[in-house]
């Protein structure tokens, strides 16, 4: 049974947003964008928001003092203005930048852009003196291939303070409903600072009209108290709900039902809970929802966590022919220095992950709701599913979020199940699904697996391929059980378990030998090199001892060399100890191949029986069943 809660009553929230959720009356002008000189927090640096270009200058979050003969300037991640973007999926054809100044003497401000090409020019200028605004205007028409516009400021005479700086554009005639949904299980105290951080915006979070947070957890959010105090700053706009664990899609798709069912023209933003929010990208993400051309879904791109000046990548796709997502749509920059590389081509993306991402309500009513898929690949088969009906994604640059980096992630998990399971459903639902090709796909990296003694993580492939051929059966119950019962099945394979690099089962310190990776096999010779590495493997012709391998060498065709091996996790904060077992080796290995032969010969049957479920799959119907409703 579902268990619901509300901080405030339940009838009473929910009441006050069903009535906050309606169409609003447009300003004049539209804000898009505003000036900001420094980030959410000191872990992020100021660089990425304004740049001092010469002399001296300090930066505060909405103001920028500059010193006599300082320049700055906002040619920067956060500061600049993505002309292109605007240019081609809405229907602005002009944006205004205003600033208030305080100048003590002449002061200069210039609008400059720039190329697909990262060519700069400056587009028009300003002389200031004294207290009062200057604006400046560009006609976006001649950025459909890439480039931005930003500010800069030069104190000629004096010194010189900017502050209230906002783009704006031309306002539509209704500003749609928006509301935020986030996801949350378990990390009571990230998912209270993000909350947080939305409602400290003030001018942000008053563009909001609800904040959804749904709870799946046992360590619940509602008993910090920080959200306690941020639950009395939003009022009415705060819906608390608790439900059983559902994964990700459970916990997004529970605010796309909410949302959805309330008006059929809202914007809802999902996020992740333990990502460090910057409310600006919401407020950005949001205005160019309300400008596009059509409805749109809306991403914000993703900074790494730990390495906060790194873009993870400008958009992503997916090739459901290789089970490969997050590949790098075309003219993408990926892990980039975001102080030293910018992002200026357009780059049109196949889909936005939901650490954030806005969805129109149009959406949900044209092509249903996610799949409960429980983990990973749920927002990618619900952007291919949008862009099959008609919606493009558009992964918005300057409105990014900063996430836990996925190097920092061992890919040795239970949620490989979940990948690869769900990855052959998205492909069985918009791809040709070549039986032949997927098989030999599959059994070419269940092979690295075990040749390199992954014989768990090639154990958890094999489930996730097996469940997929029973069809749309196994998610009935949002998978829940299934995870329960692959956390307990990896535990009979020893090599998935993290040990502390002091305390390492069977090994002596001494025992170690650090041995790096040689020259990568060519392309053209992967398959003979495998079937090399595997016979040797069989054979026990493999190097003695045990070899300690950093994880960033940790191929397969250089782990497979040595009898044992002690390799780093990618957390860093431990290490897994492989060991050559040919007795599971042949178990498994017999396994594949019996699974391959039975999906080349069902593979069809069961696509088509996942093609006629989805209908269900998505319906209200279903997801209130899975609620409890």
């Not at 054809?93 to 852009?113: I, N, P, Q, S």
């Not at 044209?366 to 008609?390: H, K, S, T």
């Not at 949620?415 to 796909?441: E, P, T």
Request: aromatic residues 8%.
């Amino acid at each position: 049974m579902n268990e619901s809660a509300s901080v405030a009553p339940v009838d009473g929230s929910t009441a006050a947003v069903r009535s906050a959720l309606t169409e609003h009356r447009a300003p004049d002008r539209l804000v898009v964008a505003r000036g900001l000189f420094t980030g959410p927090t000191t872990r992020v640096k100021d660089d990425l928001y304004a740049r001092i270009v010469k002399g001296r200058a300090h930066r505060e979050r909405y103001v920028v003092h500059l010193e006599k003969g300082a320049t700055v300037d906002t040619d920067t991640y956060f500061g600049r203005f993505a002309a292109s973007y605007y240019q081609r999926w809405t229907t602005v054809t002009e944006v205004t930048v205003a600033l208030h100044h305080e100048a003590d003497g002449r002061a200069v401000v210039a609008l400059r852009g720039s190329d697909s090409g990262g060519n700069s020019r400056i587009l028009s200028t300003t002389e200031i003196d004294g207290s009062g605004t200057a604006t400046l205007s560009a006609k976006l028409d001649a950025y459909l291939d890439g480039g931005s516009l930003w500010v800069e400021f030069t104190a000629v005479d004096g010194p010189l303070a900017v502050s209230e700086l906002e783009w704006t554009v031309a306002a539509p005639s209704v500003i749609r409903p928006a509301a935020i949904a986030i996801c949350t299980f378990n990390r009571a105290d990230d998912c209270a600072e993000t909350v947080a951080a939305i409602a400290n915006d003030s001018t942000m979070a008053s563009s909001i009209d609800a904040v959804y947070v749904v709870d799946q957890g046992s360590d619940h959010v509602s008993d910090r108290e920080k959200f306690t105090e941020v639950a009395e700053i939003l009022g009415d706009k705060l819906v608390y709900l608790r439900q059983p664990n559902l994964g990700g899609a459970g916990g997004f798709t529970r605010g796309m039902y909410e949302v959805s069912g309330i008006n059929e023209h809202a914007n809802l933003i999902l996020m992740d809970d333990d990502i460090l929010c910057e409310p600006e990208s919401i407020l950005r993400m949001n205005a160019f929802a309300n400008v596009t051309t059509e409805p749109t879904l809306v991403g914000a791109q993703m900074l790494y966590l730990m390495n906060p000046e790194h873009l993870h990548v400008s958009a992503e796709e997916a090739d459901l022919s290789k089970l490969k997502a997050g590949r790098w749509a075309a003219g993408s920059r990926h892990d980039i220095n975001l102080l030293k590389k910018k992002q200026h081509k357009r780059v049109d993306a196949g889909y936005n992950a939901w650490w954030s991402c806005l969805i129109p309500a149009e959406v949900v009513a044209q092509i249903g709701l996610p799949l409960p898929m429980f983990f990973q690949w749920d927002d990618i088969e619900y952007g291919i599913r949008a862009r099959a009906a008609g919606f493009v994604t558009v992964t918005l640059p300057n409105a990014g979020v900063w996430h836990a980096d996925f190097h920092w992630k061992d890919r040795d998990d239970w949620a490989k199940y979940f990948s690869i399971r769900n990855s052959l459903i998205a492909a069985a639902l918009h791809s040709d699904f070549d039986a032949k090709s997927l098989s030999k796909l599959m059994t070419r990296e269940i092979t690295q697996y075990l040749v390199s003694m992954q014989y768990g993580l090639a154990y958890t492939m094999i489930r996730g391929i097996e469940d997929f051929l029973e069809g749309p059966k196994v998610l009935e119950d949002g998978g829940q059980a299934v995870l329960a019962a692959i956390r307990e099945e990896r535990k009979r394979f020893p090599e998935t378990v993290k040990h502390p690099a002091t305390n390492i089962p069977g090994v002596r310190n001494s025992d170690l030998v650090t041995r790096h990776a040689g020259f990568e096999p060519d392309k053209s010779k992967i398959d003979l090199v495998l079937a090399k590495r595997a016979a040797y493997q069989w054979l026990g012709r493999t190097q003695h001892g045990v070899a300690s391998i950093p994880v960033a060498e940790a191929h397969w065709w250089h782990v497979s060399l040595f009898d044992a091996a002690v390799i780093t996790d990618a957390s860093q904060s431990g290490v897994r100890v492989r060991r050559r077992d040919k007795e599971t080796a042949r178990e498994l290995t017999a396994r594949t191949a019996k699974l391959m032969k039975r999906f080349r010969e069902d593979a069809a049957s069961t696509q088509r029986r996942y093609r006629d479920a989805l209908p269900q799959l998505t319906s209200r119907e279903n997801w209130a069943r899975l609620y409890g409703q």
